[in-house]
Structure formats: structure tokens, C-alpha cells
């Protein structure tokens, strides 16, 4: 499957975006997605994803109660909106995608993602 992450951009701390994921190539129904993110000198660090088989949602605790992850099927487009912004959430976002199948414990392994998004800047400013 074919990603294509977009949504980013300039925002102040406190405000909000909503970065889409729209796929192609592939039944996109077939993949859980994710949300990662890499700021400049950091690894790259889940974000949030969803779990198709075990009917699962994961955030990160940087992101508790301000991230919420959607997907619309009939779009096939998985989506993250962003509220409170905060000059920390800065970073390069990127979506991913993995067979539908794959264990809770195995979807915090970055290796296990098969397709990737483009990625998109996210930059909040103080």
C-alpha cells in the first residue's frame, strides 16, 4: 500500500491540526495504521496506532488527551487530529501501515511496518 501523509504546518502553541493519511494500491482495510513522529536529533517514536484485530488504541503519554487517531475506510484515509499544540509536539509526523494481523506487543517495533508515509512538518511555536 501506497501512503500519503499531509496536514502539516505552523501553528502556536495551543492550537490544533489534523494531519491525513490517505492510501492507495492496496485494500486499505487489511492494515492497522500508525503515527510516528521524529524530532531533529531524536529517534523516531510512535505516536499513536490503532489495532484492527485486537480492537486496540495505543498514545504515547506525551500526547494522553490531546491526540485522537481515526481512520474513515469508505476514504481510505486514517487520520490524527491534534489539539493544545505545544512547541514539543515539533517534529516530522509520518503514517504507517501493517497487516491487520500482527500482535499488540509486536506493533511498538518499527520493523514490523511495511509501508510508509512521505512525512509531513509539524513546527509549534512558543
Known amino acids: 500500500v501506497q501512503l500519503q501523509a499531509s496536514g502539516g504546518g505552523l501553528v502556536q502553541a495551543g492550537g490544533s491540526l489534523r494531519l491525513s493519511c490517505a492510501a492507495s494500491g492496496d485494500t486499505f482495510s487489511v492494515y492497522s495504521m500508525a503515527w510516528l513522529r521524529q524530532a531533529p536529533g531524536k529517534e523516531r517514536e510512535f505516536v499513536s496506532f490503532?489495532?484492527?484485530?485486537?480492537?486496540?488504541?495505543y498514545y504515547a503519554d506525551p500526547v494522553k488527551g490531546r491526540f485522537t487517531i481515526s481512520r474513515d475506510n469508505a476514504k481510505n484515509t486514517v487520520y490524527l487530529q491534534m489539539n493544545s499544540l505545544k512547541p514539543e509536539d515539533t517534529a516530522v509526523y509520518y503514517c504507517?501501515?501493517?497487516?491487520?494481523?500482527?500482535?499488540?506487543?509486536?506493533?511498538?517495533?518499527?520493523?514490523?511496518?511495511?509501508?510508509w508515509g512521505q512525512g509531513t512538518q509539524v513546527t509549534v511555536s512558543s
Open positions: 504507517a501501515a501493517t497487516p491487520r494481523g500482527l500482535i499488540w506487543s509486536s506493533m511498538f517495533e518499527i520493523r514490523y511496518y511495511s509501508s
Open positions: 490503532k489495532s484492527l484485530s485486537e480492537g486496540r488504541t
